[in-house]
């Protein structure tokens, strides 16, 4: 009689693309999982990502603190995949590899000046305490203008933070250092500028009423002429009527204020007091962004917001540059690797958007490896540095409850000594 034994699966990045995939793994297979994580802590953007007053987003991770602390699954934090270990050595030793390490960097605007600019991601890493992101410096008390470029949640997450009561971000778990600079901030007004129309926007409207709510608004009525709503489907609908209704409330004269700009592109910034924006005012023809005049702006801050990129970790691998993905078929890459998260679907998406395709995934997982040949042992590491496992998160978290976020990995592995 065959006794099948367990398979051994890795999966590369603790957010919720890997951390679904697990979750399915052990509830539907007799599967050990071993989940790798850069950082000494687990969740990914829900930790490092989500906004620090969208509380309720992170409430998944009540199903991932499950999934950690199965007793199929082991976390092991502190561990860079590619330079600790490489993709060989988790081959050898595991049946099946699961990459879903995410989208770590952003997408450039390729203008003369982009130095200038600021990138929303390492603003949205700086304010939820990211490590590699807690020591930079925004100088927001000598700004009131912002521009942000790109019309995605991003984008609104980052006016959102910019704009709320400084009382109100108080309450949440933002960084200490955060909530410090930008209780200094001056910033007074917001530009959430597009490069096409209010129809192509790609934020969502539960994230555009917020908005709305916390800060007065400034929209254009006229970039709305000549819209037919009833022709539009229904999310897209209600999403252009809000912009609609809240471009026909009157104008008023507010100490601060947002608004949304269209039919734009950046050309160049150049720097002297402050920041000169030369932007290319666009048409829509057939759906093409065609330029047909300039307009130079001032400003004081200029975020750039307009998409993560995946990066290549395993150049064996194939990598799709365009769409920043690893190509896959359903999630497989070849005999043994599979990709999820972000990494397989491009850095756009929801929670819930990652959580099923993880899901699809990790069946073709099981699929794969239900026919009961002999199953590889798993990985023995043996680092030179300190590698996390779920407890020591749990002494992070636990110190946390009393002095606020860690924002580096040398505190975190100080804590857990
Ligand atoms: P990630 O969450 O990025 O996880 C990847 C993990 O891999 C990370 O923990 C990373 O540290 C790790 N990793 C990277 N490289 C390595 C390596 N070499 N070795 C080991 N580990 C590695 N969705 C919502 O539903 N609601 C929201 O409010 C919301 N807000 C968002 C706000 C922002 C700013 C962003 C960017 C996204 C937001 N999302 C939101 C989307 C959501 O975060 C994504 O759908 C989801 O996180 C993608 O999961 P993932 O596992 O692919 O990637």
């Known amino acids: ?33 071993d989940v790798y994580e850069r950082l000494p802590v687990p969740f990914g953007l829900v930790r490092y990502g989500v906004a620090p007053d969208h509380p309720e987003v992170k409430n998944v991770v009540n199903s991932f603190n499950k999934v950690l602390s199965h007793p199929n699954v082991r976390f092991r934090g502190n561990v860079t995949i590619g330079e600790d270990v490489n993709l060989n050595q988790l081959m050898e030793a595991y049946d099946a590899v699961l990459l879903s390490y995410g989208s770590s960097e952003d997408r450039k605007l390729n203008i003369p000046g982009e130095e200038f600019v600021t990138s929303a991601r390492q603003f949205v890493g700086w304010y939820n305490g990211l490590p590699e992101n807690s020591n930079l410096q ?32 108080a309450k949440t778990d933002i960084a200490s250092h955060a909530l410090e600079t930008l209780s200094k901030s001056r910033i007074k007004r917001v530009s959430v500028i597009g490069r096409r129309g209010p129809l192509q926007v790609s934020f969502t409207i539960k994230e555009l009423r917020e908005l709305i709510g916390i800060c ?27 912009m609609i209704n809240t471009s026909k409330i009157p104008l008023a004269i507010h100490d601060k204020y947002w608004t949304l700009e269209f039919l734009r592109s950046p050309l160049q910034i150049t720097k002297d007091n402050n920041l000169k924006v030369k932007f290319a005012l666009n048409q829509l023809q057939n759906e093409k962004v065609v330029p047909v005049g300039e307009e130079i702006r001032n400003c004081d801050i200029v975020f750039r917001s307009v998409g993560y990129q995946g990066k290549i970790l395993f150049p064996e691998l194939p990598w799709d540059e365009r769409s920043s993905i690893i190509p896959n078929v359903e999630g497989k890459v070849s005999e043994g ?17 990652t959580m099923s395709d993880a899901f699809a995934v990790a069946g073709q997982i099981l699929k794969d490896l239900e026919s009961p040949s002999s199953s590889k042992p798993g990985l023995d590491l043996n680092l030179k540095k300190r590698i996390t496992s779920y407890e020591d998160y749990m002494k992070i978290i636990e110190y946390e409850k009393s002095n606020g976020k860690v924002t580096s990995v040398q505190k975190m592995l100080e804590i857990i000594q």
């Open 216 to 242: 007065p608004t400034q929209f254009r009525e006229d970039d709305f002429y000549g819209i037919n709503v009833d022709e539009l489907p229904r999310p897209k609908k209600r999403l252009v009527e809000l």
């Open 1 to 33: 009689k065959i006794i099948q034994r367990c398979k051994h699966v890795c999966v590369i990045g603790s957010g919720p693309g890997g951390l679904y995939a697990a979750q399915h793994l052990i509830k539907h297979g007799s599967m050990k999982v």
């Open 337 to 353: 690797i599979y990709v999820t998260g972000w990494l397989k679907t491009g850095p756009r998406g929801v929670i819930l958007n």
């Open 138 to 169: 925004f100088d927001l008390s000598n700004s009131e203008t912002a521009f942000i470029v790109g019309q995605g949640n991003v984008a609104l997450d980052v006016a959102r933070i910019l704009l709320s009561p400084i009382d109100k971000l």
